[in-house]
Nanobody, 129 residues
Framework: QLQLVESGGGLVQPGGSLRLSCAAS????????IGWFRQAPGKEREGVSC??????????KYADAVQGRFTISRDSAQRTVYLQMNSLKPEDTAVYYC????????????????????WGQGTQVTVSS
């Protein structure tokens, strides 16, 4: 059973940065497309960003709310997926989750949460002065 572990959350002032990490326990993520999602109190879960199994920049997608501020990437060993978050705003406050889906199609990526089979426990991000 693939298990995902997020880390890197915390409290940051508006305008600050955080880098979230998503690692698989006991597995590499070579064959998995990855998505980052978030859920703020009282709100629906929403897709933030996603990346294909190969980690190619042309196969990434961002929600409009984070476009230009967040960057998703994978390390070369395919063990960790990152979400670099810059210029953070109070409205970015949420629990952030990473999710994975096994993909036989190299170019596949999706922001639809129903796509994903494996989910981490989440990491809290709070943006406040």
């Amino acid at each position: 059973q693939l298990q995902l572990v997020e880390s890197g959350g915390g409290l940051v002032q508006p305008g600050g940065s955080l880098r979230l990490s998503c690692a698989a326990s006991g597995f590499t993520l070579d064959n998995y497309a990855i998505g980052w999602f978030r859920q703020a109190p009282g709100k629906e879960r929403e897709g933030v960003s996603c990346i294909n199994r190969g980690g190619h920049a042309e196969y990434t997608k961002y929600a409009d709310a984070v476009q230009g501020r967040f960057t998703i990437s994978r390390d070369s060993a395919q063990r960790t997926v990152y979400l670099q978050m810059n210029s953070l705003k109070p409205e970015d406050t949420a629990v952030y989750y990473c999710a994975a889906v096994y993909s036989t199609v190299t170019t596949y990526y999706s922001l639809a949460d129903t796509t994903y089979d494996y989910w981490g426990q989440g990491t809290q991000v709070t943006v406040s002065s």
